[in-house]
C-alpha cells in the first residue's frame, strides 16, 4: 500500500487544471477544451479520496465522522463565503429578478444540489439570460462531487468486505464505463442532465479510485522504470492533445471525457516515480502554487467573471489580466485566512458538522429567504421610482409573445385555431382570413411589421407560431432541441390540417438555427414547401434579419442599479450564415412560380452595415435576434414612409385580385 504522502506534482495537477478553466472562462477560443480541468479535478478527488479510505480501511481506522468531518473542513468554510459574498453583491448590482435567481440557486447549492438546480431550472431557451452571467453555476460540479462523498464511503466498505480486489476491480470497471457510455447515449436526448448530474460524471471518479485500489495491492508498480516514465509522457500528451483537440460543440461527457480521465490517472500513477520531466513540470514552485489555492480560485473565479459579463458581455485581454489578478488575490487571501486555519483547527466531528455546515448554513438560508421574500429587490425595495422607470423600459421594448395578438404557443391546440385574437391587419365583417403567418418566433417578432402593411393593403392575416419548432411537415427530429420534440410534432399534426384553410402561407423561422442543428433540415423544409406549392399555395418566405451579439435587452434596466454600463449597440455586417441561408431560401423560391421570397435587410442595413435603431435612433430590437413588439410595428411604419409599398403584398394582389378577407 502507498502511504497518501505529499504530492507536489498532484498539486501541480491541481493547478494546470484551474487555469485551464480559468482561461478558457475568459475566452473559449483561447484554450477550447479547457473545461477538462473539470473532469481532472474529478480524477484527483476520486483518487486521493479513495486512497486515503483504503489506507484507514486497512489499518482499522476508518470512521464515517473522521471522513465527513474532513470533507466539511475541506469544502464548506470557503464555499460558504462565496456563496454569502456572491448573495449579497446580488442584491446591490443584479436586476431583482436575476438576484431572486441568485438565492435560489445559493440555497440549492447548501443543500449539495447545485448541479440538480441547473439540471431543473437552467433556462436554455432563445430568452434565456446567458449562463455565463449565473454566478453560481460553477457550483454544479461541486454537487457532484458532494453527492459523490455521500455514497462513495459506504460503497467503498461494503466493496472492501468482499475481501477480493478483482471483484472490487471489476465492479467500478464496469460502473465507470456505463457512465461514459450513459453519457454518450443521452447527450443529445437529455443534455443537461448528462452535463450536470453524477451518474455522467462518476466514471471520471472512479477513474482516481481504481488508480487508488490498484496501486494499494500493489506498490511496486509505480516503481521507477521505463514504464512509469512512458507513462508520465503518454499522460502528458493526452491531456495536451485535450486541451487543443475538444471542444464545447463535441459530445461531453461521453466517450470523449476518457481521454482527460486517462491523461490525468498516468500523470498519477507516474508521479511516485518521480524522476521524469512531466513529473518535474507538474512539480515547480509556481505550479504548485496555484494548486495549493486551487480551489478558492475555482471558487471565486466564476462570480468575478460572472458579474463583469453582466454588465459588459466581452472581456479584453487587458481587463482579463487585471480579473486574473483579482480572482488570485481573492484565492490567496481565501486560502490563508479560511481555508487552512479551519483546515488546522483539531476540533470534534460534531463541532465541525454544527459551526461549519449547520450554524453558517442556516443563517445563509435565512438570509436567502429575505431576498426572495423580497423579490431581489434588496435595497431597491424601498425605492419609489425604481418599478415606475423599470415598467417604462419594459413597455418600450416588449417581445412579441407578451402581446394577446401573437399567437405564439409553446404548443398549439385546437382552441387557437378559433382564437379571434390571433387575426390582424385590417379587418372586415369578422370573415375567414385567406393569409397565414407561420413559424416560430422568428416568425411571432415580424407581427407588427405585416400587421402594419397589411393594414395600408386592406387585408387581414392570421398568426400561428410555436417557439422553437421549425415550419415543417417532416420528420423535425435531427434539428429541433429534445425537450421540445413532443410539442413541436403534436403542433404539426394541427398546423398540418390548419394550413388548407388559407390561400397565402407566409413562413419565416430561425433558418441558421435549424441548419446548424442539421444540414438535412433545408431537405426537410424543401419537401414541406413543395408540398404547399403544390396544392397552389401562395408562399412567402421571410429571410434571416441581421443578428446583434452584443445586443442586451436588459442593458438600461441594468443601468439603474449596475455602473458604468455602456448600452450602445455595435453596428454589424449581416452574418455570413443569414447570408447563405437567405440565398437558399431564395432559390427555392425560384424555382416555383407561386412562390415569393422577401426580406426586411434593406431596411436594417444601409451600405451594407446593420442597426439594431432605425434613423431616428429608436432600437428596434428586444434581444439579439428579434425585434421588439412595438420595435416591429415601427419597422413596418418605417417601410410604408420609405417605399409606400412591399413587394411580396404586391406579389399576392396579383395571384388574388382583389385579395378579400
Known amino acids: 500500500m502507498l502511504t497518501s504522502q505529499y504530492r507536489k506534482d498532484i498539486d501541480g495537477l491541481r493547478g494546470i487544471a484551474v487555469l485551464s478553466i480559468i482561461v478558457y472562462h475568459f475566452n473559449k477560443s483561447w484554450l477550447p477544451g479547457g473545461f477538462i480541468g473539470v473532469d481532472i479535478f474529478f480524477v484527483i478527488s476520486g483518487f486521493l479520496i479513495s486512497q486515503r479510505i483504503l489506507q484507514e480501511l486497512q489499518n482499522q481506522t476508518f470512521s464515517f465522522s473522521g471522513f465527513y468531518k474532513q470533507r466539511i473542513r475541506r469544502i464548506m468554510p470557503a464555499m460558504l463565503v462565496v456563496v454569502t459574498t456572491t448573495l449579497i453583491f446580488a442584491q446591490f448590482i443584479l436586476r431583482p429578478e436575476d438576484a431572486e435567481k441568485v438565492a ?47 455514497l462513495w464511503p459506504l460503497a467503498m466498505v461494503l466493496l472492501f468486505s468482499l475481501k477480493s480486489v478483482r471483484l472490487s476491480l471489476s465492479l467500478l470497471l464496469i460502473i465507470a464505463l456505463l457512465s461514459f457510455l450513459l453519457g454518450q447515449l443521452f447527450f443529445h436526448s437529455a443534455p443537461s442532465f448528462t452535463y450536470y448530474m453524477l451518474p455522467s460524471r462518476v466514471g471520471e471518479l472512479l477513474g482516481g479510485a481504481i488508480l487508488a485500489w490498484l496501486l494499494s495491492e500493489n506498490s511496486k508498480l509505480a516503481a521507477p522504470n521505463a514504464w512509469t516514465t512512458l507513462c508520465a509522457y503518454a499522460g502528458g500528451i493526452i491531456l495536451a492533445g485535450s486541451f487543443v483537440l475538444l471542444n464545447e460543440e463535441m459530445i461531453f461527457p461521453g466517450f470523449a471525457a476518457l481521454l482527460p480521465t486517462l491523461g490525468t490517472a498516468l500523470l498519477i500513477f507516474s508521479g511516485y516515480a518521480g524522476d521524469s520531466v512531466p513529473t518535474r513540470v507538474l512539480s515547480h514552485n509556481y505550479l504548485v502554487g496555484i494548486g495549493l489555492i486551487s480551489y478558492s480560485a475555482y471558487l471565486w473565479h466564476w462570480p468575478v467573471l460572472a458579474f463583469y459579463r453582466y454588465g459588459h458581455h466581452e472581456i479584453s485581454v487587458f481587463v482579463s489580466l487585471l480579473l486574473f489578478a483579482l480572482i488570485l488575490l481573492l ?38 429567504l429575505l431576498c426572495m421574500k423580497i423579490d431581489g429587490f434588496g435595497l431597491r425595495w424601498f425605492s419609489d421610482g425604481y418599478n415606475q422607470q423599470v415598467s417604462q423600459l419594459r413597455s418600450q421594448r416588449a417581445p412579441s409573445y407578451k402581446y394577446e395578438y401573437v399567437c ?7 382552441v387557437d385555431l378559433s382564437n379571434a385574437n390571433c387575426v390582424v391587419g385590417y379587418q372586415r365583417n369578422n370573415t375567414m382570413p385567406r393569409v397565414l403567418l407561420w413559424g416560430d418566433s422568428m416568425a ?45 410534432q403534436a403542433s404539426k399534426v394541427i398546423m398540418q390540417q390548419e394550413v388548407k384553410k388559407y390561400d397565402v402561407i407566409i413562413i419565416s423561422a430561425a433558418w441558421s438555427f435549424y441548419m446548424w442543428k442539421s ?35 436588459w442593458c438600461e434596466e441594468k443601468s439603474l442599479s449596475y455602473p458604468f454600463i455602456n448600452c450602445n449597440v455595435e453596428a454589424v455586417e449581416l452574418s455570413q450564415e443569414a447570408q447563405d441561408i437567405n440565398a437558399t431560401l431564395r432559390r427555392l423560391a425560384q424555382q416555383y412560380p407561386n412562390v415569393e421570397y422577401a426580406d426586411f435587410n434593406d431596411y436594417l442595413c444601409k451600405d451594407g452595415v446593420c442597426k439594431a435603431q432605425d434613423n431616428e435612433n429608436v432600437v428596434l430590437y428586444f434581444d439579439k435576434y428579434h425585434l421588439s413588439m412595438p420595435g416591429s410595428w415601427k419597422l413596418g411604419r418605417n417601410i410604408l414612409d420609405e417605399t409606400g409599398v412591399f413587394a411580396p403584398f404586391s406579389f399576392i394582389k396579383k395571384r388574388i385580385n382583389p385579395l378579400k378577407d
Open 331 to 368: 484565492a490567496y487571501f481565501s486560502y490563508a485566512f479560511i481555508e487552512q486555519p479551519l483546515r488546522r483547527n483539531n476540533v470534534s466531528p460534531s463541532s465541525v458538522f454544527r459551526g461549519y455546515l449547520i450554524f453558517p448554513s442556516v443563517a445563509i438560508l435565512c438570509l436567502a
Open 408 to 414: 405564439q404557443r409553446s404548443r398549439l391546440s385546437p
Open 519 to 553: 444540414d438535412t433540415f433545408i431537405d426537410v423544409f424543401t419537401e414541406t414547401l413543395h408540398l404547399l406549392a403544390e396544392n397552389d399555395k401562395i408562399i412567402i418566405l421571410l429571410g434571416e434579419i441581421a443578428a446583434f451579439p452584443s445586443f442586451d435587452r
Open 444 to 488: 411571432s417578432h415580424y407581427v407588427g411589421t405585416l400587421a402594419s402593411l397589411a393594414i395600408e393593403d386592406k387585408f387581414a392575416f392570421k398568426n400561428l407560431q410555436v417557439g422553437a419548432c421549425p415550419p415543417v411537415f417532416g420528420d423535425e427530429s435531427r434539428f429541433t432541441q429534445p425537450q421540445r420534440l413532443a410539442d413541436c
Open 104 to 150: 435560489e440557486s445559493s440555497i440549492w447549492s447548501l443543500l449539495s444540489l447545485a448541479n440538480v438546480y441547473f439540471w431543473l431550472f437552467e433556462n436554455s431557451n432563445y430568452f434565456a439570460a446567458s449562463s455565463e452571467q449565473l454566478p453560481l453555476l460553477h457550483l454544479w460540479s461541486l454537487g457532484v462531487e458532494e453527492q459523490f462523498y455521500l
